[in-house]
């Protein structure tokens, strides 16, 4: 007997994944990549494919690795299901998954799909409602196997069929995590950097800057990696400024520049960089944004020299004093 394991890098899908392949069947894991996922974003990829990988590595499972990215764009711009209570669109978010679940198990001839759910987990997506029409809508009802709440849960057809032991699975739910962490400590699993996954569009700071941004633009993917830096200000319908925090996102604004992009710094003082992005005619948003800048300078109590260049052979030089906070707070996304 084969199933695909839809396996995130978290602890849940890996303690799901090792309960049915200690029962002798084979996995084949299978990991999406979203670009708004927080659970391993200190990896290269911004991802959890990496931590997806080390745990198929471990349980010595073979790992099909999709980038859903265009797809779930797509998506979070008109989700069928709305969104959670920011930006979330998690009922959308899992029919796609479950759809790319479906197609990995017909290329592998695979007879169901595992999760790592847990009945009453996630307020939005792991409701017992939720997971029905889930299944319903990506073609798998019936098929899907949650190894962590099995017993609490209606039997599944390979629990029916007696594909799959129900009597080996277990009866978790509710938002609680201890049964998971006793459970990870008696199987000796313990190197789980994602416990409860992470999703940007759950955050409210993250989903502010995304409403604002569809309000004015298509959304793009190029526009997602600015979303995650920086304090971000509206100066136009079309015009945003992006400030870094600290030096390592002055050093990721500069890589993100484009070429119609001004990238602004201060001259003297210790400070931050900026990534000005939109239809800049003549220099009054420059010398706005310079202000700007200087109110997060290290001592800027009067004059600052900021330079706002484009390209070497088009830049500004502003002595500027620095913006109130009543300014900032009416240009501020956040």
């Known amino acids: 007997m084969k199933a695909i394991a839809l396996i995130s890098g978290g602890l849940d899908s890996t303690l799901a994944s090792r309960i049915v392949k200690d029962l002798g069947i084979e996995l084949i894991a299978l990991n999406t990549k979203s670009p708004f996922c927080l659970c391993n974003h200190k990896k290269a990829d911004g991802s959890c494919s990496h931590e997806a990988g080390r745990v198929s590595q471990e349980l010595g499972i073979k790992l099909i690795a999709i980038n859903t990215a265009a797809e779930f764009m797509e998506i979070v711009k008109k989700p069928k299901h709305g969104y959670g209570s920011h930006m979330n669109p998690c009922l959308d978010c899992r029919i796609l ?158 890589a993100l520049k484009e070429e119609q992009d001004y990238f602004l710094y201060p001259e003297e003082l210790a400070g931050p960089s900026a990534l000005l992005r939109g239809d800049i005619q003549g220099t009054a948003i420059l010398e706005s944004s310079s202000r700007i800048i200087a109110r997060y300078c290290d001592g800027a109590t009067k004059e600052t020299k900021i330079i706002c260049r484009r390209s070497p052979l088009q830049e500004y030089k502003f002595i500027v004093s620095p913006h109130t906070e009543e300014a900032l707070a009416a240009c501020r996304i956040v």
Request: net charge positive; proline share 4%.
């Open 97 to 254: 998954l479950f759809k790319k679940a479906k197609e990995a198990m017909e290329k592998e001839d695979a007879s169901f799909v595992i999760t790592g759910e847990v009945l009453g987990q996630r307020p939005m997506s792991q409701r017992l409602e939720a997971m029905r029409l889930i299944e319903k809508e990506s073609g798998l009802e019936g098929l899907v196997v949650r190894p962590l709440s099995a017993k609490v849960l209606k039997p599944t057809i390979p629990e029916q069929k007696g594909w799959i032991g129900r009597d080996k699975l277990l009866s978790i739910s509710g938002r609680g995590r201890r049964e998971q962490f006793d459970l990870a400590d008696e199987l000796g699993i313990y190197d789980y950097p994602c416990p409860s996954g992470g999703c940007l569009l759950t955050d409210p700071a993250f989903s502010r800057r995304l409403k604002d941004l569809m309000r004015y633009q298509d959304l793009a993917l190029k526009d997602v990696n600015l979303l995650k830096l920086g304090r971000h200000f509206r100066l136009g319908d079309n015009i945003k400024l992006v400030v870094g925090r600290n030096e390592l996102e002055n050093q990721r604004l500069e």
